[in-house]
């Protein structure tokens, strides 16, 4: 049996006095989307980072395709993982281009601004952007980019932290959209943290809800929306005004 992109097992983590996880566990299977919900401080981001090793988690097991992560190189998770934070990321003093062929640059490859253009096209920005600065690109534009690098180097798990929240309504459903087809043409494994329900619903093939460190339901989209298993998730598909 082939391991799943991502396992995570009975994994807990605390700030000080804070539970941000307690004992949660999830399978990410490989070509699975799936987008973790739940209110502000539920533990969606640090159980992210978790995952590429950007927070230390105090207990529990994690995998990526196989491997424990604690026995990988830091650096060398991150690199093979690709990132979306919120703000995009992009370093604003380096050309789009140059941005999105760090990791391939980083790894060596003689391709790599091939790799870079590869990547602008399969997330729909104009070759010509590739010469503009970060803050020269749209709202918009900056997150293809921040999606550009994130696959640039042939990742195949790529970890997204609300990564269109900032964004008006069309240009979220255009991101949507994009990551979709992204999706079908490169056989990604997405883990997308969003707390806009009707995102996740949209792009997940599964959907776990986070309340206080913990997971409320984890389930396929359709099956949340029948059949939600708290009161909880009721009352955020009520509030987010999705029909149950
Ligand atoms: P979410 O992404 O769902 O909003 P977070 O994972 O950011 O949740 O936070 C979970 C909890 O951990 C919250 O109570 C938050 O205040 C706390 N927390 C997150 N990061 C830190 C940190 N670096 N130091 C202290 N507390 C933190
Ligand atoms: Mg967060």
Same mark, same amino acid.
């Given at each position: 049996?082939?391991?799943?992109?991502?396992?995570?097992?009975? @994994?807990?983590?605390?700030?000080?006095? #804070?539970?941000?996880?307690?004992?949660?566990? /999830?399978?990410?299977?490989?070509?699975?989307?799936? !987008?973790?919900? %739940?209110?502000?401080?539920?533990?969606?981001?640090?159980?992210?980072?978790?995952?590429?090793?950007?927070?230390?988690?105090?207990?529990?097991?994690?995998? /990526?395709?196989?491997?424990? #992560?604690?026995?990988?190189?830091?650096?060398?998770?991150?690199?093979?993982?690709?990132?979306?934070?919120?703000?995009?990321?992009?370093?604003?003093?380096?050309?789009?281009?140059?941005?999105?062929?760090?990791? =391939?640059?980083? &790894?060596?490859?003689?391709?790599? +601004?091939?790799?870079?253009?590869?990547?602008?096209?399969?997330? %729909?920005?104009?070759?010509?952007?590739?010469?503009?600065?970060?803050?020269?690109?749209?709202?918009?534009?900056?997150?293809?980019?921040?999606?550009?690098?994130?696959? +640039?180097?042939?990742?195949?798990? /790529?970890?997204?932290?609300?990564?269109?929240?900032?964004? &008006?309504?069309?240009?979220?459903?255009?991101?949507?959209?994009?990551?979709?087809?992204?999706?079908?043409?490169?056989?990604?494994?997405? @883990?997308? #943290?969003?707390?806009?329900?009707?995102?996740?619903?949209?792009?997940?093939?599964? @959907?776990?809800?986070?309340? !206080?460190?913990?997971?409320?339901?984890?389930? =396929?989209?359709? &099956?949340?929306?029948?059949?939600?298993?708290?009161?909880?998730?009721? +009352?955020?598909?009520?509030?987010?005004? /999705?029909?149950?």
């Amino acid at each position: 049996m082939t391991a799943p992109a991502v396992r995570i097992e009975r @994994v807990s983590k605390s700030y000080g006095d #804070v539970r941000a996880l307690i004992d949660v566990s /999830v399978d990410v299977p490989r070509g699975a989307c799936v !987008a973790l919900v %739940g209110e502000s401080g539920s533990g969606k981001t640090t159980l992210l980072r978790c995952i590429n090793r950007l927070v230390a988690f105090d207990a529990g097991q994690i995998t /990526v395709f196989g491997t424990n #992560v604690l026995e990988s190189d830091p650096v060398a998770l991150r690199r093979a993982i690709g990132y979306v934070p919120q703000d995009g990321g992009l370093l604003p003093h380096w050309r789009v281009r140059r941005n999105i062929a760090l990791v =391939p640059w980083l &790894d060596g490859a003689p391709d790599a +601004a091939a790799r870079a253009a590869r990547a602008m096209a399969a997330v %729909g920005l104009e070759p010509g952007m590739a010469e503009r600065w970060p803050h020269e690109l749209s709202g918009g534009q900056q997150q293809r980019a921040a999606v550009a690098r994130a696959v +640039a180097g042939g990742q195949s798990l /790529v970890l997204l932290d609300e990564p269109f929240g900032a964004l &008006d309504a069309i240009a979220r459903s255009d991101l949507q959209a994009m990551m979709i087809a992204l999706r079908e043409q490169s056989s990604l494994t997405l @883990v997308l #943290v969003t707390h806009d329900l009707t995102e996740a619903f949209r792009l997940a093939t599964a @959907v776990v809800v986070m309340r !206080a460190g913990r997971i409320e339901q984890h389930a =396929p989209p359709a &099956d949340i929306r029948s059949a939600p298993a708290t009161p909880y998730v009721a +009352a955020l598909l009520a509030r987010a005004g /999705v029909e149950s």
